[in-house]
């Protein structure tokens, strides 16, 4: 077990709707990414909140967002989504060391 | 846009053999390296981090770097059916940030 939690664990959304997933970071980390992993692909980076701050993007259009809180957890939300939103999104988190340790993830099936 | 690359595999090896997985990555500035492994439908745990050239040993696994060559492997020595899963190969994004550049993974099946 990494300390990760994140929630909720599946969740099935018609296109054009809106989601937002939840990630809790280990106790005394304060750096939390996001990925995206389809079917057998690897997983693909989206963003990446420092203290707050976005600290990095991957190739991800603007309707992909996030949010950093106080307490280090993070927000995912994606607005009018696509068929192709549907995977298993990751929610990682570190020190500003580079050493990341993942969520058990949450299940997204757009419809 | 840095590019590792992974043999999707299947590799498959018997029980209580060496099972060896490779990488190879595209950026030269590159600093540092991961192995995750993947069980189906659950989230990368991680295995093996490696920053210098060299071998890194943690029990029956052994990473092994070179930068020159810019490969990376893992050697799993006695394999266990409890080892068949996906392995994921890392890298970092940049030198100074977190973000994970992954490979596809490689499916590993040890058969007893």
């Known amino acids: 077990e990494t300390g990760v939690t994140q929630s909720p664990t599946h969740l099935i959304k018609t296109r054009g709707q809106q989601v937002t997933l939840r990630c809790s970071s280990q106790s005394g980390h304060n750096t939390v990414s996001w990925y995206q992993q389809a079917l057998g692909q690897g997983p693909q980076f989206i963003f990446q909140y420092y203290r707050e701050e976005e600290n990095g993007r991957g190739n991800f259009p603007p309707r992909f967002s996030g949010l950093q809180f106080p307490n280090y957890s993070s927000e995912l939300n994606v607005n009018a989504l696509e068929l192709d939103d549907s995977a298993l999104y990751l929610c990682a988190s570190s020190t500003s060391t580079d050493t990341q340790y993942f969520g058990p993830g949450t299940r997204l099936t757009v419809l | 846009q840095k590019e590792v690359e992974q043999n999707s595999g299947p590799l498959s090896v018997p029980e209580g053999a060496i099972a060896s997985l490779n990488c190879t990555y595209s950026?030269?500035?590159?600093?540092?390296f991961f192995w995750y492994r993947q069980y189906s439908g659950k989230s990368p745990e991680l295995i093996m981090s490696?920053?210098?050239?060299g071998d890194k040993e943690d029990g029956r696994f052994t990473a092994q770097l070179n930068k020159a060559s810019q490969y990376v492997s893992l050697l799993i020595r006695d394999s266990q059916p409890s080892d068949s899963a996906t392995y994921l190969c890392a890298v970092n994004k940049d030198q100074a940030g977190t973000a994970l550049i992954f490979g596809k993974g490689t499916t590993l099946s040890v058969s007893s």
């Open positions: 490696i920053y210098s050239n």
């Open positions: 950026d030269r500035g590159s600093q540092s």
